[in-house]
């Protein structure tokens, strides 16, 4: 499977974004998917999680702000960020909740004023 993100940018502080991650191939609507991010000097983390089913999940530091989505039928994972914080700057990139794929080359969040 390539998964290939999208959508990063620079906003302000208290901005939104909305990142999207294509799918390859025919296995995308059988499993949990997540989004994960990495700041620079850290170590890449879950920030939000979805089932097959569309159940979701959410690192507290991004509840509230953050919704994750899917589209099964275009293969598309989908982060709606809203009222964002310099604190979320980071690559963003998505993958299986459980175990990986080869990861994609992310996107880039950058909230600064």
């Known amino acids: 499977v390539r998964l290939v993100e999208s959508g990063g940018g620079l906003v302000q502080p208290g901005g939104s974004l909305r990142l999207s991650c294509a799918a390859s191939g025919n296995r995308f609507s059988l499993y949990a998917m997540g989004w994960y991010r990495q700041a620079p000097g850290k170590q890449r983390e879950l920030v939000a999680a979805?089932?097959?089913?569309?159940?979701?999940n959410y690192a507290d530091s991004v509840k509230g702000r953050f919704t994750i989505s899917r589209d099964n039928v275009k293969k598309t994972l989908y982060l709606q960020m809203n009222s964002l914080k310099p604190e979320d700057t980071a690559a963003y990139y998505c993958?299986?909740?459980?175990?990986?794929?080869?990861w994609g080359q992310g996107t880039q969040v950058t909230v600064s004023s």
């Open positions: 979805i089932t097959a089913a569309g159940n979701t």
């Open positions: 993958n299986r909740d459980g175990p990986l794929w080869t």
